[in-house]
């Protein structure tokens, strides 16, 4: 089975947990949750692993897992967290300047992106691949800090479930809506990428806080939904 294949049981796995139909404290059985999906047991077992990675899932005996309860503060003050974190490292970044590798790197997400978004509604396999290129995105922008300390700090924060870049959450019954908020944040990309190239520092860093909100309205959590994952605390 190949890797798109993986990461689309991932990414439907996460969506139901974001809903709550896989609720918080509930046993995962490889088996019974192979058939619910029509899915084989090896891209299954991989797609628990990620999860678990990523903190939406803690292990239970041997091979199982449980569905991990966290709070909606807990998510919000991640997202936030993450947002200064990478405007620190754009703010480096750009200050220390763009070489000619990272500028090509950011320019291809950029295409990317542009190409996903020009159809003008999201195809299946969309969601996957933006999330893939967004996380690169970003990615690309904190390894270039060069700074250890940051690096650390986002690597603990993003245990804290849906903060991760590489992790977007798409409901299929807004996505028109959640269309035009990820258009929108790709149009960030671009202005993210200009101030860098452009050696604005102070702006950059700005942007990169700013870009954290549609993190938070693509996974519904803005206040009026909150009720979403309310249970979940």
Known sequence: ??????????????????????????RLVEAQLSQWLGVSR???????????????LDRSGARGYVVRRFSVRDV????????????????SVAEDGVGVELAAALQSCLREGDEIFGN????????????DMNGRFHA???????????????????????VSPFTIAFDEAARERQFLMLSYAHRQHHAIADALLKGEGA?????????????KESLNLSLPALHLIAGAA
Do not use: C, W
């Not at 299954?44 to 903190?55: D, K, M, N, T, W």
């Not at 919000?76 to 703010?91: P, Q, T, Y």
């Not at 986002?154 to 245990?159: A, P, T």
């Not at 702006?203 to 993190?215: D, G, N, P």
């Open 120 to 131: 003008g509604h999201l195809k299946e396999g969309d969601d996957v691949r933006y999330a």
């Open 203 to 215: 702006r950059v860093e700005a942007l990169m806080k700013e870009h954290t909100h549609i993190s």
């Open 42 to 56: 090896t891209p299954l077992r991989y797609a628990l692993s990620v999860l678990s990675s990523e903190g939406l």
């Open 76 to 91: 919000l003050n991640a997202i936030d967290v993450r947002g200064v974190l990478e405007g620190l490292a754009a703010r």
């Open 140 to 162: 690309l922008i904190v390894d270039a800090a060069r700074n250890a300390a940051i690096s650390a700090a986002l690597s603990l924060n993003d245990k804290i479930p849906f």
């Open 1 to 26: 089975m190949n890797e798109t294949t993986q990461q689309a049981i991932v990414q439907t796995l996460r969506e139901k947990i974001l809903s709550g139909e896989l609720s918080p404290g509930q």
